[in-house]
T-cell receptor, first 111, second 113 residues
Framework: NAGVTQTPKFRVLKTGQSMTLLCAQD?????MYWYRQDPGMGLRLIHY???????AKGEVPDGYNVSRLKKQNFLLGLESAAPSQTSVYFC??????????FGSGTRLTVV | GENVEQHPSTLSVQEGDSAVIKCTYS??????FPWYKQELGKRPQLIID?????GEKKDQRIAVTLNKTAKHFSLHITETQPEDSAVYFC????????????FGTGTRLKVLA
């Protein structure tokens, strides 16, 4: 039982490049979330999913897209990376929505 | 929409003393308030939570209190130890049925030995 696994753990992108962050959970959780964490700003919700095949926008969705084709996976895409997207990205999942299990994070730097 | 304010942003206490972190929220319909601890370079982990029908909850040295009228909740850590040093985040549920949270901006707690 691995919990919530995020890949990659670190990545450096050039402005304009694209990439996909993968979040996988093996707990059969319905709800999955992508947050970004920036100094002094806490955790802000980017997108979330309430079940397989569903996605919805959070507080800061611009510049990101997501997909949840399988219940266990939630992908976060950056189509054209910008320096403002330099951040630590956390995926989280929840069975009932009460109390998240977070992944270990992805540190992304856009230069 | 929901807004969560957290104070203080940094807190230093002597080992063995108590620490209190306070959060206020704006939406009176919020009904679930978790607290997370994040050690340096690690993922946030749930340490305690409280629902709106409860005024206080304790778990060993950690307690959370909720004042629905004033719309604020607090984390209390007693007999602090060096391993309590971390960033603590409060959160409030967004009453939309989708189990989203709004997080506070975090409190960096330093326990001085």
């Amino acid at each position: 039982n691995a919990g919530v696994t995020q890949t990659p753990k670190f990545r450096v992108l050039k402005t304009g490049q694209s990439m996909t962050l993968l979040c996988a959970q093996d707990m059969n959780h319905e709800y999955m979330y992508w947050y970004r964490q920036d100094p002094g700003m806490g955790l802000r919700l980017i997108h979330y999913s309430v079940g397989e095949g569903t996605t919805a926008k959070g507080e800061v969705p611009d510049g990101y897209n997501v997909s949840r084709l399988k219940k266990q996976n939630f992908l976060l895409g950056l189509e054209s990376a910008a320096p403002s997207q330099t951040s630590v990205y956390f995926c989280a999942s929840s069975l009932t929505g009460r109390g998240y299990t977070f992944g270990s994070g992805t540190r992304l730097t856009v230069v | 929409g929901e807004n969560v304010e957290q104070h203080p942003s940094t807190l230093s206490v002597q080992e063995g003393d108590s620490a209190v972190i306070k959060c206020t929220y704006s939406d009176s319909a919020s009904n679930y308030f978790p607290w997370y601890k994040q050690e340096l370079g690690k993922r946030p982990q749930l340490i305690i939570d409280i629902r709106s029908n409860v005024g206080e909850k304790k778990d060993q040295r950690i307690a959370v209190t909720l004042n629905k009228t004033a719309k604020h909740f607090s984390l209390h850590i007693t007999e602090t130890q060096p391993e309590d040093s971390a960033v603590y985040f409060c959160a409030a549920s967004i009453p939309s049925g989708t189990y989203k949270y709004i997080f506070g901006t975090g409190t960096r707690l330093k326990v001085l030995a």
